[in-house]
Every structure is written in C-alpha cells, then in structure tokens.
C-alpha cells in the first residue's frame, strides 16, 4: 500500500488572510491530506484568540472544500510548542510553506534546512502569486489599528475577516492600541 502523503501548512493566522487560503487550496493539489495548524507565536501579540483563529480558518476552510470537493481533505488542528513535534504527532510527510518574496525565502529556507536536518521533515514551498505577494496578518493588523475604513481590506482578507477585525476595533483591543501609539 502507497503511504500517505500529510502536509501541515503551520501559521498563526492572526488572521488569516488571502495569502494563506491561496496557499491552502494549492496545497490540497499537493498531498494527499493537509492539516491546517493555528500555532501559537509567544513572539508575536495575538489579535484573536487562538480559538477564534480556528474558527475563522474552519470556516474558510467549509467553503474552500465545497468549491473543490474532489481535492485532498483538509482539517484545522491547533497546537503549541515545536512545529516539528506536531507535524510528527499527525504522522506529516512534509511541512508546506507559501512563499512571498526574497525575505521570506531567506528565513524559511533556512526553518526547511533546520527541520530536515533535526527531525528529517521536508518542506514544500509555494510561490504567492502577485496580487498576494504583498498581504501579510502584520499589515492586515496595522491598517486596522490606524485606518479608518476597513473596507481597503476586501482584497486582502474575508468579509467575515473584516467583520472580526471591526469587532476588534471597537473592542479597543490592547494589540491594536499598541499599534496605533508605536
């Protein structure tokens, strides 16, 4: 019998953006499952919950599979700890990575080596297409925290995205009032 081929696409999806479904639905061509992991960064200041980033990514997620039934299922799991010692908890074959410029090649080509050579995981990159090459959760959280219109965010994120994030606004969240004052 053919092994099965597990991807895990790791992220914080804080939140998840165009980007990342664009990375998502090339990866369902790629293997035969993928697992979706909502990691927790302690470098980074969380927007949502990490409980709110996998509802909103199983929600994306729904309709992605609805869209292209006949694709490699895909499930959300979120973790903690090593990204590593997840993928090897869900038996991955490799670890899928979306690729948007020059910098981000250069860090994750160093995590790719990194991986393989300490827990002998692959990775598989894809490469963002140009409309996406510039959207990023970090920029999704700025204009958030200094604009006033979210609207300017349709071609970056969900609606249900940009409803959250309004949510989030006028919450006065602690994340975004550091944004607005740095």
């Known amino acids: 019998m053919a092994r099965k081929h597990v991807g895990v696409f790791p992220g914080s999806f804080d939140p998840i953006t165009f980007g990342h479904v664009d990375v998502i639905v090339r990866g369902r061509r790629l293997f035969d499952e993928l697992v979706v992991a909502v990691g927790q960064n302690p470098g980074k200041d969380e927007l949502f919950s990490p409980h709110e980033r996998e509802e909103m990514v199983r929600e994306l997620i729904g309709s992605i599979v609805e869209k292209e039934p006949d694709e490699a299922s ?5 973790f903690s700890g090593l990204t590593v010692d997840f993928a090897r908890s869900v038996g991955a074959t490799a670890l899928l990575r979306g690729i948007r410029n020059l910098s981000d090649l250069q860090y994750e080509i ?5 991986n393989r050579e300490v827990a002998d ?3 598989a990159f894809v490469v963002a297409g140009q409309s996406l090459a510039y959207v ?5 959280k700025q204009v958030t925290a200094l604009g006033e219109d979210l609207d300017v965010l349709r071609a970056m994120v969900p609606e249900k995205v940009i409803e959250r994030l309004r949510e989030k606004k006028s919450e006065r969240h602690p994340t975004l009032e550091r944004l607005r004052h740095s």
């Open 74 to 78: 895909v499930r959300v799991e979120t």
């Open 110 to 114: 160093q995590q790719a080596v990194t």
């Open 136 to 140: 990023s959760s970090s920029l999704i």
């Open 121 to 123: 995981l692959e990775t």
